[in-house]
């Protein structure tokens, strides 16, 4: 079983003005696009490369670029986080992301990678299971160039063991289920490549 390395692939909080994010969007999922098909490290199982043509996403949509307010705990714990092989993963827990979207207030647990350092926050919503990974999905923290973080779900992934099951990946915390579908970001589409299978339903 090997365990999931977090937010490793193109997904660093960076500092990026609001206007040029639908371009950065579409620029890093191209990238993801050929790193999952030719490199060595893709979770894609070989013998499914040479048929990929992408992941699937849903259109970008702004209304889930969402700025908020990072509550930083002044006593991090490092937790055992259960994960979808059974086992658990050590990751930190950093704080908390208090945002309002579409009238509806929500507040999500930060963690933090110890390979990385970079913040995390791992979500499950309705979407799970249909549309997305049964798993949940992570979304980065970013920060805007004035400072404020960040959630934009356009930029939500799903976990590597979407993908491919020889992986482990921190699962969701119960406090992380949000009331409101997330369409935005990676979804599932066309052959599950983890299990042989059609995919999801639309």
């Known amino acids: 079983m090997r365990l999931l390395p977090l937010i490793g692939l193109l997904l660093t909080a960076v500092r990026i003005p609001a206007e040029a994010q639908p371009t950065g969007i579409e620029a890093g999922r191209a990238a993801k696009d050929s790193l999952f098909r030719y490199a060595s490290s893709s979770p894609i199982p070989t013998s499914a490369r040479a048929g990929f043509t992408g992941l699937a996403y849903f259109a970008i949509?702004?209304?889930?670029?969402?700025?908020?307010e990072l509550q930083a705990y002044g006593r991090r714990q490092r937790l055992q986080v259960p994960a979808t092989g059974g086992e658990s993963i050590s990751m930190e827990r950093y704080g908390r992301f208090a945002a309002v979207w579409e009238s509806?207030?929500?507040?999500?647990?930060?963690?933090?990678?110890?390979?990385?350092?970079?913040?995390?926050?791992?979500?499950?919503?309705?979407?799970?299971?249909?549309q997305t990974y049964g798993g949940g999905r992570y979304v980065p923290v970013e920060m805007e160039l004035g400072g404020?973080?960040?959630?934009?779900?356009?930029?939500?992934?799903?976990?590597?063991?979407a993908y491919n099951d020889a992986y482990s990946c921190p699962l969701?915390?119960?406090?992380?289920?949000?009331?409101?579908?997330?369409?935005?970001?990676?979804?599932?589409?066309?052959?599950?490549?983890?299990?042989?299978?059609?995919?999801?339903?639309?």
């Open 172 to 202: 969701p915390p119960a406090a992380n289920r949000l009331s409101f579908a997330v369409l935005a970001g990676e979804r599932t589409g066309g052959a599950d490549l983890a299990h042989g299978s059609s995919g999801a339903p639309p």
């Open 61 to 68: 949509d702004p209304r889930f670029r969402v700025v908020g």
């Open 148 to 161: 404020m973080p960040v959630v934009d779900f356009n930029r939500a992934y799903q976990p590597y063991c």
């Open 104 to 130: 509806q207030p929500f507040v999500l647990e930060v963690y933090r990678s110890l390979e990385n350092g970079e913040l995390v926050i791992m979500f499950s919503d309705a979407t799970n299971g249909r």
